[in-house]
């Protein structure tokens, strides 16, 4: 069965970096769109951007820009998301998803366990 | 960017009762919305795409309608495990965007 499982929670100092893992299983790597959302205690969804795990091309909300950069490994069938110069407002759970189908933009129908991530000095 | 909003914010119903939430969106767009559900604790989970398709295991009583700026998630008969948070999400435009959730409480 399709499995997506993530690092356990972080607590970080802000101006300080995170990475997080998005280990995936039971279906075939390449050929599915990984996405990230994150969501801050008690509020909504938020995306982040989205890999394509075969090319390893990149698409990032423009928020976002300069501060995450969404990697892959193939040969570990893992996705990770890093995010830098940490603020007290990225606090949140951060989620990895993966595509219904092929396609770049398609719904997410499985998602990882959840990442918190506090920044906290 | 294209902005979702969510209404009511929240509903209080009982089991057995029909709930009906909304989304509509800031520009009109193709029926590429999807809903999903999200319990306290637990990632949301597919419950519908391309406004009217029910994703795999989901029950009937889940449905989708609506086309252009509106759209609506049915619940035809709440049973208990259907008390939780609904976000509708769009895949029209880039970015892909999330409206702001509904609870569903008792």
């Known amino acids: 069965q399709v499995q997506l499982v993530q690092s356990g929670a972080e607590v970080k100092e802000p101006g300080a970096s995170v990475k997080v893992s998005c280990k995936t299983s039971g279906y075939t790597f390449t050929g599915y769109y990984i996405h990230w959302v994150r969501q801050a205690p008690g509020q909504g969804l938020e995306w982040m951007g989205r890999?394509?795990?075969?090319?390893?091309?990149?698409n990032y909300e423009q928020k976002f820009q300069g501060r995450v950069i969404l990697t892959r490994d193939t040969s570990i069938t893992t996705v990770y998301m890093e995010l830098s110069r940490l603020r007290s407002d990225d606090t949140a759970f951060y989620y990895c998803?993966?595509?219904?189908?092929?396609?770049?933009?398609?719904?997410?129908?499985?998602w990882g366990q959840g990442t918190l991530v506090t920044v906290s000095s | 960017e294209i902005v979702l909003t969510q209404s009511p914010a929240t509903v209080s119903l009982s089991p057995g009762e029909r709930a009906t939430l909304s989304c509509r969106a800031s520009q009109s767009m193709s029926n590429y919305l999807a809903w999903y559900q999200q319990k306290p604790g637990q990632a949301p989970r597919l419950l519908i795409y391309d406004a009217s398709n029910r994703a795999t295991g989901i029950p009937a009583r889940f449905s989708g309608s609506g086309s252009g700026t509106d759209f609506t998630l049915t619940i035809s008969s709440l049973e208990p495990e259907d008390f939780a948070v609904y976000y509708c999400q769009q895949r029209s435009n880039w970015p892909l965007t999330f409206g702001g959730g509904t609870k569903v409480e008792i």
């Open positions: 890999i394509n795990p075969n090319s390893g091309d990149t």
């Open positions: 998803a993966r595509v219904l189908d092929g396609y770049s933009a398609s719904p997410f129908d499985h």
